[in-house]
C-alpha cells in the first residue's frame, strides 16, 4: 500500500510539473504548427502572436569595424495575430543588398504588401537592408504566399558565418546595472543583452488583431562589449509629436541617428520609428536610450517585454 501512494505521489508530481511547464511556455496553436512546418522555421506563440524567427546568422557583419552578433540587429521575423475574419501577417526581412529585389519582386508577386525598405546602420559590411511587409489571409495561404520569398534569402551571395571569438579578460556586460538604468529587463542572447519595451500606450488594431510588441510596436536596445568599452543599436517607437524631442534627446547623449522611417501605412494614429547607434562606456548608453524612454508616451513608455 505505501509503495503504491508512493507512486500515486510522484505521478501528481509529474503531471502537474507537466502542467506548469505547459502554462509557462503555451504551445503553437494547430494551424502556426502548420506554418512553422511548410516554412522549415522555428518560432514560438505567446501574447496572441505567432513569431518566426529569420536570423541572418550566415553572414558576418561589422559596424564602424564592431563585430555584431546576430541577435545585435540581425535577426529578421515575420509575424501572424488572428483577426476577426482574417490573420493579419507582419514582418522585417534582413538582407543583403543583392537579395533586395530579388526578394522584393517574390513578395509583390504573391500578394505580399511592401510597407518600407530602410537601413538600421551606417558604416555596416556587408550593407544590410529591412524590408517591411503586410498582408491579411489564412495562416496557410499567408505562409504559401511569402515562402518564395523566404527561400531566395542567403541562396544568393553567401557569406561566411560569425567565428567565435577568443575569451576576453575583460568583464562582461552588468546586465542588471543596465536594467536598472532603463527601467526594464532584458533578455542575455550570446553576447547581447536587448531591452524591448512595447507602446501599450498606442492603441492599435487592424481587421480587429491588435498591433503589439509582438507585431513590431515596440522600442528596444540592443548592446554588446563590455562595461567600460560597448555599442548600442536600437529602434524607437514614436507618436508624430515624439519624433523631435526623442531626436534632440538621443543628440544630446551623443547617440548617432541612422534611419527615421514607418513601418505600417495607413494607420491611426500615424508611428513612426527611429534607428539608432552609438559606442562608449554601457551605463552611458543605457542612459541615452532610457531618456528617449522618457520623451515617449508622456513622460515614460509603459510596455512589457
Do not use: C
Request: proline share 6%.
Amino acid at each position: 500500500m505505501r509503495r503504491s501512494h508512493l507512486v500515486f505521489m510522484m505521478a501528481s508530481v509529474m503531471a502537474f510539473a507537466a502542467t506548469a511547464a505547459r502554462a509557462q511556455a503555451p504551445d503553437v496553436p494547430a494551424p502556426y504548427k502548420d506554418v512553422l512546418t511548410l516554412l522549415g522555421k522555428q518560432g514560438d506563440f505567446k501574447d496572441g502572436v505567432l513569431k518566426v524567427n529569420i536570423p541572418r546568422s550566415d553572414v558576418a557583419v561589422t559596424v564602424k569595424g564592431v563585430k555584431t552578433p546576430t541577435p545585435f540587429g540581425f535577426g529578421g521575423w515575420v509575424a501572424l495575430s488572428k483577426g476577426t475574419s482574417m490573420d493579419v501577417m507582419m514582418g522585417d526581412l534582413v538582407l543583403l543588398q543583392d537579395e533586395v529585389n530579388p526578394v522584393m519582386s517574390a513578395l509583390l508577386q504573391n500578394g505580399i504588401d511592401v510597407t518600407a525598405l530602410h537601413n538600421h546602420f551606417f558604416w555596416d559590411e556587408p550593407r544590410m537592408f529591412y524590408m517591411h511587409v503586410h498582408a491579411h489571409g489564412a495562416p496557410m495561404d499567408l505562409a504559401r504566399k511569402v515562402k518564395p520569398a523566404l527561400d531566395l534569402i542567403g541562396k544568393s551571395s553567401p557569406r561566411p558565418a560569425p567565428t567565435a571569438t577568443s575569451g576576453s579578460t575583460a568583464p562582461a556586460l552588468d546586465a542588471a546595472k543596465l536594467a536598472q538604468i532603463a527601467g526594464h529587463e532584458g533578455e542575455q542572447t550570446g553576447a547581447v543583452y536587448k531591452i524591448t519595451v512595447g507602446r501599450d500606450d498606442v492603441k492599435l488594431a487592424e481587421m480587429g488583431a491588435p498591433i503589439n510588441a509582438r507585431m513590431g510596436l515596440n522600442t528596444w536596445a540592443a548592446f554588446v562589449g563590455t562595461n567600460d568599452n560597448a555599442a548600442i543599436a536600437g529602434d524607437v517607437a514614436m507618436l508624430a509629436s515624439e519624433v523631435t524631442p526623442v531626436l534632440k534627446t538621443l543628440r544630446d547623449h551623443g547617440l548617432d541617428v541612422v534611419a527615421i522611417h514607418h513601418h505600417m501605412t495607413g494607420t491611426q494614429p500615424a508611428v513612426f520609428f527611429l534607428h539608432y547607434w552609438g559606442t562608449g562606456p554601457a551605463d552611458k548608453l543605457a542612459g541615452g536610450f532610457r531618456a528617449a524612454l522618457d520623451e515617449l508616451g508622456h513622460g515614460g513608455a509603459k510596455g512589457a517585454k
